[in-house]
Nanobody, 125 residues
Framework: QVQLVESGGGLVQAGGSLRLSCAAS????????MGWFRQAPGKEREFVAT????????YYADSVKGRFTISRDNAKNTGYLQMNSLKPEDTAVYYC??????????????????WGQGTQVTVSS
């Protein structure tokens, strides 16, 4: 089992940047692929990005491709989501999640086994 805690959310103006962190504890973080999801009020949780256990492969939702970058530092048991050129439509609670294996098809919340508590990102215009 792995426990996940997100941090780094906050209020930012459109066009600005934030870096979210996902700190892991419990089992070795490197044993899991990691994903980021987000959920706005009244909407379904949606896929943002995912990265393989070793960090060699990553996948992005079309809505964030070119603006967001997922990464991980297994030595620190931490994953990251760098968000640039933020838009008001990026406003949501952002969650990190863990799964044993990831691929381009592991893009739904039900496929992930462990979740953090979420961190709020608000982008103003």
């Amino acid at each position: 089992q792995v426990q996940l805690v997100e941090s780094g959310g906050g209020l930012v103006q459109a066009g600005g940047s934030l870096r979210l962190s996902c700190a892991a504890s419990g089992r070795t973080f490197s044993s899991y692929g990691m994903g980021w999801f987000r959920q706005a009020p009244g909407k379904e949780r949606e896929f943002v990005a995912t990265i393989s256990r070793g960090g060699s492969a990553s996948y992005y939702a079309d809505s964030v491709k070119g603006r967001f970058t997922i990464s991980r530092d297994n030595a620190k048991n931490t994953g990251y989501l760098q968000m640039n050129s933020l838009k008001p439509e990026d406003t949501a609670v952002y969650y990190c999640a863990a799964r044993a294996f990831i691929s381009r098809t592991t893009t739904t919340p039900a496929q992930y086994d462990y979740w953090g508590q979420g961190t709020q990102v608000t982008v103003s215009s």
